[in-house]
Structures are given as C-alpha cells and as structure tokens.
C-alpha cells in the first residue's frame, strides 16, 4: 500500500510528469508538505489510515516537509530517482517511524498479580548442548521481583481472578 | 411433552438438577487433572512440523498424555516461535544461546506438554539417530512438501520396514494429485476451498468474502488429524500394523461449507454468504444494538464492539414472543412460519427491525428483555469477558497455570476441548526453548554419550 503524488505542473512548455511515490511508514496518518522530485513543486497532502483525506493541493513558495522517497517518470521510460538523492528523494533508512519502534514491554506480573517468568535479557543458562533448566526459581534468579511479589502478598490484594 | 418432568419453580429446579450437578462436579473436579491417568500413557510421537496445523495434531496426543517429542530446527526452532500478534509478544529465551530472541505467543496452544529436541535430521550424518528414535516411537506427524521426506528415506516405506507398527502422519497443503507441490498456510486453505467465500456478509450489505481472523483451518485440521490418529492406533491393537494417514489441509475448508457442494450439485446453486444471519433459520442471527455496554473504555473490543447480540427465535412460538417484545404486531402478521421469514428478503425486514428495535438500547438490555422473554439471547462476549465468565471458571475451561518455566499464564484452549472423567487433558507446560530436552532424548532415552552429544551441538546438527 502505498500512495503517490503524480505532478502534472507544467515545467518549461512541458508537463513534469513525475509519480511520486510516498510510502507507508512515513504517510500512513501525515498532514504536511512534500516535494516533487523532478520540478521541486510542493504539495500539500492529509492522508488518514494511508487513504489521501486532502490534497495533494500546489503550495508555491513553500518549503517541503518531507521528501517522497522514489520517484519515476513511466512515461519517459521509467527514468528514475532512487531514494536518497538530495533535495529530491528521502534517504531509505529501513526504518518506520519512531513510534513504531517500541521498546519490548518485560512484564512481570500477570493481570492478576502473581509473577511471569521469560523476559531478557536471561541469565546465563550452565546446561549443555542447549539443554535449558526448567525451573526458573523466581527468588534465586530474579530477587528483585521477588521482593515486589513479597511486598504484593503482604499487601494482601493478590487476588486469584 | 408427554412423561416429561418439568420445574415448577426456581427452587423445583434447583433440586432436580442437584444431584447430576454434584454428580458431575465431582466427577471432573477441575483443577485436580493431575491426580488421575492419562488416557494416552505409553504412545511416544515423533513431530516433524511447525506454524499450527500439524503441531496442533501432535499436541492433540500431548494434552492426552502421549509422549510427544518435537524435533526442530537447531538454533531456530519452529518458524511458529518467531510469530507473535502484532509482533509484541515474547518469552525469552528462544535457545540458550539466543538470550535476547524470544518465542511468541503465537506458538501457544498447539505445543503444550512437548518434550523439545533439536537435530538437523536431513542430513545423512544424523538419520541413523532419527531411525533410532522411530526404533522406540509409535509414530510421526510431519509436514514437508510431498516426497521430501521420501527423498531423505524417512518416510513410511522406509520407516515401516525399521517399525512396521509405525503410524505415519503426512500433513500439509494439497496433498497427491495434480497439485501436489502446493505449499499451504491456514489463509490459502480458507480461500482455496470454498470456506472464506461463504463467510462474511451478502455483497449487498456491503460485506466482503472474509477471512476468520483466527487460523480455524490450521486448528481444526490438527484436531481431524488427532482423530485419524486414535483411529490408527485402534487399528493397530487390532493388527498389530501401522498406518500412513495423509491429510490435505485445504480439504478440511471444503468439509466445512456445510451443504455448499450437494446443493451445486443437485441445483446448480453456488452458495451465498449470509454473515452474521442464517440460511436456514431465521430468526437466528447476531444484531447491532445502539448502545455499548462499555461506553466509557478505552479499547475498542469494549467501547464499540460491546453492542452485539446473537439471537434464537426461529420457531414459530418464539418469533410470535420475540414480535410482542418489540411491539410489532404486523411483522409477526407477515412472517407467521419459519419457511416464509427464511427467504432472504423476508430476513432483511426481519432484522431491519430488530436492530430498529435495539437502536436506543444496551447490548446487555436487549439481552436481558430477550432472556427474560424465554428467548435465546447472549450478548456477543469479549475475550475479556470470558475471563471473567464465572461459568468458564467452575468447569475449569480458563483457568491460570504456574508454567515451571515462564511463570503465571492463562490458558483456555487445553481444557476447552471435552472433558474426560477417567482421563482427562492437562496442561503441564506451555512450552521450553529449542533444544530444552536434548540431553534427557538422546542420553537418557537413545544411549548417547555426553561427549557425543557435545560433539554434535559444536557441529549444528543438533
């Protein structure tokens, strides 16, 4: 999925003809300004769960906020712009915006209270050709929760459900 | 009816069904699984597989008390492992030397109570270690593309001259047959088969053919395996032989479109979806109320989905009932027989109505004006409400388990699955890392020396 800009401004007698091409992870919910590849137009686009809301409207004299990240010309060709180039195109980072980066949530109590095991970074396991100890004793190998569930029980809200 | 006993009031009731309540109570006493025998005691199984289809089928025979030993990839694992919803979900580690990669909940349910091996059996150097293993096994479930494991020579022509008791299960897509290389996910068989065009609503409603959000081809077709699997083993008290069973995933989608196929071929019919409705019945169907029970929630599943509710009242009594609760003298007038308020346009009128009726009010109202009525209502419920079902609770069908391993877990699917008085399913594990039981398999049961075990896991073939 993945929406595009195709500029039809008239550049030098001649339409610019230049698809645009915004790629989910930076417009999939995005308002803002982007520019044309080729011509340097800038757009102005709103875009809802990767649908085009608004736009892509011509804002002279503005600055961009953001770089498509390719861009063709399929009817010249297929002449392109690969990611990256300056001023036209957005370096492809391979990475989606920062708040698709979340940090991995270690949970360590259930919903009701009582400890969960198998987050990591784990201890050093002593078995052999991968061979795993299957007991993760709570207060030998994770103390400090064990002291939270300590503290919990005598708090006397463990509930059972 | 004739002879029958019926309660004359809630207390009458009460004391009719005590005895069988307490009868049965006793008989199941949940929680207490532990304390009995296990039906499958003495079967050891071989799994070859991964995703959920054929892992399902293998931990069918593990919840029973078969011993299940699934044999993975070293270093990896399962592909399942490496799944979990929305990619958020994990329990570290995968292998223990993989300490900040973990298996997501993906994986659970259909590997319950496995002993976890690893071994690169493709390899020539490991297969007389494999053949060892069917030496002492009862059978194997695998899920390779057809052939391959012919290719390897472990497949049943080779293993039932090594074990001819040897009960051999291929699972995968298509099976033999003009698309017998086809590779299959639960997705392709939903589409491939008939089931996914006849679930979601009518076009008109402005539905799409639907996909189940849960894998329900790849459950319900390692379950048809487990099936085929007891029936094996029966026959082979009997015998004294094994079996080679081969089950084509995309056919479990066609077992599931009900009448579709007879009725194209009598009538040349091409079934229709009908989604939350009935081509059968009517009224029998699930409708949108105007008001959630949860208005003020955060997650969506409560604050906007929380106004479903799935009504019964197909028979002629209970429409006439269902008509006089919602004031509607003419509808009842117009659609007096089931056969008449069957016919499609006849239901579109009916529930237009209902939802009509139910625009102003609460799921949990509707359902209880319905109930109260004699009528079959249920609010459509949650996974969180099935948590808190006090139902689910008593029969022990979601219950929580201190896993040795990754502590407090809920679970629902082991206990879900028909209860046994004398024998019943547990859950003693949820799962362990790859490889966990390297060392009890291939020191402990095949005789290996340690050294030579060290030897193997240095190498990966193990």
């Not at chain 1, 209270?113 to 990591?120: A, E, F």
């Not at chain 1, 201890?123 to 919990?152: H, R, T």
Request: charged share 25%.
């Amino acid at each position: 999925m993945c929406d595009i800009i195709w500029c039809k401004k008239p550049v030098g007698g001649k339409t610019c003809n230049t698809v645009n091409y915004l790629d989910p992870y930076c417009f999939w919910n995005w308002e803002g300004k982007v520019n044309c590849a080729e011509c340097g137009t800038v757009y102005y686009i709103h875009m809802i769960q990767g649908f085009m809301y608004k736009g892509p409207e011509e804002k002279p004299g503005e600055k961009p906020d953001l770089s498509p990240l390719y861009a063709d010309k399929p009817l010249e060709g297929y002449r392109a712009y690969l990611p990256g180039i300056s001023g036209r195109t957005r370096p492809y980072q391979c990475l989606p915006r920062h708040i698709y980066l979340g940090k991995a949530d270690m949970v360590k109590f259930s919903i009701r209270g009582r400890p969960t095991r198998g987050w990591r970074p784990q201890p050093p396991s002593a078995g052999i050709a991968g061979q795993f100890p299957y007991k993760w004793d709570i207060q030998a190998l994770s103390p400090e929760v064990y002291e939270e569930y300590k503290k919990k029980l005598l708090s006397g809200k463990l509930k059972d459900w | 009816m004739a002879g029958e006993i019926r309660p004359k009031s809630k207390e009458e009731l009460e004391e009719m069904k005590a005895p069988y309540e307490e009868y049965c109570r006793k008989a199941f006493d949940p929680g207490n699984e532990c304390s009995k025998p296990v039906s499958l005691n003495g079967i050891r199984w071989l799994s070859c597989t991964m995703y959920i289809f054929t892992p399902h089928s293998a931990g069918n025979l593990a919840e029973l008390g078969a011993e299940v030993i699934k044999i993975e990839i070293p270093r990896m694992g399962d592909a399942m492992r490496h799944t979990s919803p929305f990619n958020e979900a994990y329990l570290y580690p995968l292998h223990d030397t993989r300490p900040m990669t973990g298996t997501g909940f993906g994986f659970m349910n259909a590997n319950f109570n496995k002993y976890y091996l690893s071994m690169d059996y493709h390899i020539p150097e490991m297969r007389d270690v494999f053949y060892n293993l069917v030496r002492q096994s009862d059978g194997l479930t695998e899920l390779y593309r057809p052939g391959t494991f012919d290719r390897w020579k472990m497949s049943y022509r080779t293993l039932q001259e090594i074990n001819p008791r040897f009960i051999y299960v291929w699972g995968g897509g298509f099976g033999y047959g003009p698309k017998v290389f086809g590779g299959s996910y639960d997705i392709l068989a939903q589409a491939h088969a008939g089931f996914a065009s006849i679930t979601g609503m009518h076009d008109f409603m402005g539905g799409h053919c639907t996909k189940s959000s849960n894998w329900v081809m790849d459950w319900g077709s390692g379950t048809l395996i487990a099936y085929g699997v007891l029936a094996a083993l029966h026959w082979r008290r009997k015998t004294g032989l094994g079996t080679m069973i081969e089950f084509s995933q995309v056919q479990t989608s066609t077992r599931f479109t009900e009448y579709a196929v007879p009725l194209y071929g009598r009538f040349g019919i091409v079934r229709q979806r009908w989604g939350n409705w009935d081509t059968q019945l009517c009224v029998h169907g699930m409708i949108l109320c105007g008001k959630s029970d949860f208005p003020d929630a955060e997650n969506p599943q409560d604050k906007h989905d929380a106004r479903y509710v799935m009504v019964s009242a197909f028979q002629d009594a209970d429409f006439k009932e269902l008509c006089s609760v919602i004031r509607s003298k003419e509808l009842y007038e117009k659609y007096r027989v089931c056969k008449d308020r069957v016919e499609a346009m006849a239901q579109v009128d009916i529930y237009t109505a209902l939802e009509k009726w139910a625009a102003d009010k609460s799921r949990s109202a509707v359902a209880k004006v319905l109930t109260d009525a004699g009528i079959l209502a249920s609010p459509v419920m949650n996974d969180r409400e099935v948590y808190e079902s006090e139902h689910y609770r008593q029969r022990g069908t979601v219950r929580w388990l201190d896993d040795p391993l990754f502590g407090d877990v809920l679970l629902q699917a082991g206990y879900s699955a028909g209860m046994l008085s004398k024998t019943p399913r547990r859950v003693n594990w949820i799962w362990r890392p790859v490889g966990a039981d390297n060392l009890t398999i291939y020191r402990d049961l095949l005789g290996y020396p340690t050294s030579k075990i060290e030897e193997w896991y240095a190498k990966a073939w193990i």
